[in-house]
Nanobody, 127 residues
């Protein structure tokens, strides 16, 4: 198991930027595909982005393509989500996950509690 801790959330105006970090401990995170999900008020958790252990493969949900960038630094056991051009509809609690699966498969894990998940970071975008 990997322990995950998110940081970097906050309140930002529409059009602004935030960078979320997810620090992993317990095992070397390069062994895991990593992903970001979010849960908006009154909605189910949804996939945002995923990255392979080597950073060679990334996936994004359509609504964030061109605005969000997922990256990782395996030397620091940390995964990042750079969020630019933020919109009010991006307001949500953002969760980091580490999975022993393919990067593509992470996209299907909105409803599972398998693997490792962080406690979440609140992102609020004001209009």
């Amino acid at each position: 198991q990997v322990q995950l801790t998110e940081s970097g959330g906050g309140v930002v105006q529409a059009g602004g930027s935030l960078r979320l970090s997810c620090a992993a401990s317990g095992r070397t995170c390069s062994m895991y595909a990593m992903g970001w999900f979010r849960r908006a008020p009154g909605k189910e958790r949804e996939f945002v982005a995923a990255i392979s252990g080597s950073s060679s493969i990334t996936y994004y949900t359509d609504s964030v393509k061109g605005r969000f960038t997922i990256s990782r630094d395996n030397a620091k056991n940390t995964v990042y989500l750079q969020m630019n051009s933020l919109k009010p509809e991006d307001t949500a609690v953002y969760y980091c996950t580490a999975q022993r699966t393919t990067t593509q498969a992470i996209q299907l894990m909105s409803t599972t509690d398998l693997g490792s998940w962080g406690q979440g970071a609140q992102v609020t975008v004001s209009s």
